[in-house]
Nanobody
Framework: QVQLVESGGGLVQPGGSLRLSCAAS???????VGWFRQAPGLEREFVAT????????YYGDSVKGRFTIFKDNAKNTVDLQMNSLKPEDTAVYYC???????????????????WGQGTEVTVSS
């Protein structure tokens, strides 16, 4: 099993930046690591994913050009750099892991096997 722990959430003003981290315990990352978010009253939304070995990435439309997902080899984490934040980015952010490879990059909730507990991001002035 993989235990995932997110960190880095907090309160930030519109236009600001925040960096989230996803760390794994129990085993090392493999396959894919994704970030999703869920705002109050809304369904969970795909944000970004990265294939661990090739570093291939894929983003949701609402964050393209503003968010970057990447591996931090020194920390052995998958981080999400969020720039130009907007109030509508306010949500609980979850990281997820899928070990089995598929064609393409997984963007659906059901594509992932393990989930973290989430870290809250609030964008407000």
């Amino acid at each position: 099993q993989v235990q995932l722990v997110e960190s880095g959430g907090g309160l930030v003003q519109p236009g600001g930046s925040l960096r989230l981290s996803c760390a794994a315990s129990g085993r090392t990352f493999s396959g894919y690591v994704g970030w999703f978010r869920q705002a109050p009253g809304l369904e969970r939304e795909f944000v970004a994913t990265i294939r661990w070995t090739t570093r291939s990435t894929y983003y949701g439309d609402s964050v393209k050009g503003r968010f970057t997902i990447f591996k931090d080899n020194a920390k052995n984490t998958v981080d999400l750099q969020m720039n130009s934040l907007k109030p509508e980015d306010t949500a609980v952010y979850y990281c997820a892991h899928r070990s089995r490879l598929i064609a393409g990059l997984p963007a659906g909730e059901r594509d992932y096997d393990y989930w973290g507990q989430g870290t809250e991001v609030t964008v407000s002035s």
